[in-house]
């Protein structure tokens, strides 16, 4: 049973966010269409004009985001489902592109003799939990929304000169697009 719940919120975690992004591009999409009626005559246009609002509301949010973001964190908490949704999506979202990025450090992890696995330093030094000079290191998956941490010796770690979003690429497309440089 524990099984069952596992994979019904991994599913959830993945459908929800996306489903709600893509129903507010749509909304948005055809309010516009709508409301201003020259949008219809030219192709493409209620397209820019939602993607345009989008990134205003998020400057907004970003200039303006402690009060609205606090509210309607305060709301979320107290719903159990959608405070663990909304709370592991924000987390990661942060992780990314936050302020404090924890996939910043790009590496490469000896896990055998010759078989080195591209991933993100995500713990310098784990001596508060007992572990010291060892890091944790998340290693994503090839065409997919998850991945593994592992700990490691510091000696197992190759720093790579590649930024974080040419690595993701590489590693999420499987090795497809772009390279990777130690």
Same mark, same amino acid.
């Given at each position: 049973?524990?099984?069952?719940? +596992?994979?019904?919120? /991994?599913?959830? #975690?993945?459908? $929800?966010?996306? &489903? &709600? &992004? !893509? ?14 009626? !020259? ?9 820019? *004009?939602?993607?345009? #609002?989008?990134?205003? @509301?998020?400057?907004?949010? /970003? ?9 309607? %964190? ?8 959608? +405070? ?24 490469? @992890?000896?896990?055998?003799?010759? *078989? ?11 001596? %508060?939990?007992? #572990? ?11 065409? +997919?929304?998850?991945?593994? $941490?592992?700990?490691? %010796? ?12 040419? $690595? ?11 390279? !990777?440089?130690?």
């Amino acid at each position: 049973m524990g099984n069952l719940l +596992n994979n019904f919120l /991994r599913g959830l #975690l993945l459908l $929800v966010p996306m &489903a &709600a &992004a !893509i129903y507010v591009v749509w909304y948005l999409y055809n309010f516009l269409d709508s409301l201003i009626p !020259i949008v219809k005559n030219i192709p493409g246009l209620s397209f820019v *004009l939602v993607v345009l #609002l989008i990134t205003m @509301v998020g400057s907004f949010a /970003r200039r303006y985001n402690t009060g609205m973001i606090n509210w309607f %964190e305060n709301i979320i908490k107290d719903i159990p489902l959608l +405070n663990l949704v909304y709370s592991s999506i924000k987390d990661l979202m942060t992780s990314f592109m936050g302020e404090k990025k924890k996939f910043n450090k790009p590496v490469l @992890v000896k896990v055998e003799s010759n *078989l080195y696995k591209p991933g993100f330093v995500t713990s310098k030094d784990l001596k %508060e939990i007992g #572990l010291p000079g060892k890091v944790s290191v998340y290693l994503p998956h090839s065409y +997919n929304f998850s991945g593994n $941490v592992f700990i490691t %010796e510091k000696k197992n770690i190759i720093p790579l000169t590649n930024s974080s979003s040419e $690595v993701m690429k590489y590693i999420v497309s499987g090795g497809i697009s772009g390279s !990777i440089k130690a």
